[in-house]
């Protein structure tokens, strides 16, 4: 392909590069797949006699060759420093999947509406849902983090089943931040609790406050089981 725009700027130690490039006019039929064949790019240049490297891409590239589909994918990669060229870390295929991470070679990428892969190191996979401020609020007015998921289209999404994380105490104070998870379901169009597993292990299913480590309640008459 070639470069349709090239911006250069200089700070007196590196330039900066932004790259346009015009799509491959080979044949689909002649390109390996994960050919880049479009994108933006940042180069860092050393003007001091340093190694260059592709500081960030966003990379359009072929994601299979078969004739007359010509389907696309799109790559980000960032964190190329001292030389060293950035790498994927998130990808979006043709019909929209999302993948974050690193898979293995060779592995069919993303499969799913969200894609989450890490293939070596002891960096294992997280997903983070959190409510960044740690004040003074009860425990019975506290913030929620919520997973929410919804088969179907209920009337909100506060109607949907979802996993809660819950505080149990004050977050003010290192020492004493604790905190459990709620397991709610729906019926009839309406959110309920299901389970909860309180921040010292108790569980409690149509019971908020578990005692014992199972404590089983009827949601009716009161009676119930506690082991």
């Known amino acids: 392909g070639s470069t349709l725009l090239n911006g250069l700027a200089s700070d007196g130690y590196r330039i900066y590069k932004i790259r346009l490039q015009a799509p491959y006019t080979g044949g689909w039929g002649s390109i390996t797949p994960g050919t880049v064949i479009g994108g933006l790019q940042q180069t860092n240049y050393r003007t001091d006699g340093g190694a260059s490297n592709i500081a960030a891409a966003i990379d359009f590239e072929l994601q299979d060759n078969i004739y007359g589909t010509g389907q696309t994918r799109i790559s980000f990669k960032c964190g190329g420093v001292n030389g060293v060229d950035s790498t994927e870390k998130m990808r ?48 019975t007015t506290a913030p929620i983090c919520s997973l929410l998921l919804s088969p179907g289209q209920f009337s909100s999404d506060d109607t949907a089943p979802r996993i809660i994380g819950f505080r149990t105490a004050d977050f003010s104070s290192a020492a004493a931040r604790s905190a459990g998870l709620i397991f709610g379901v729906s019926q009839n169009n309406s959110a309920k609790e299901a389970m909860r597993i309180m921040e010292n292990g108790n569980v409690g299913i149509n019971n908020t406050n578990a005692a014992k480590k199972l404590e089983i309640s009827s949601p009716t008459s009161g009676d119930g089981i506690l082991l």
């Open 92 to 139: 979006i295929s043709s019909v929209g999947n999302v993948g974050i991470g690193n898979p293995l070679a060779g592995e069919t990428y993303p499969r799913q509406l969200l894609d989450i892969r890490q293939s070596s190191g002891t960096n294992y996979p997280k997903i983070l849902v959190k409510y960044d401020f740690n004040d003074t609020t009860s425990p």
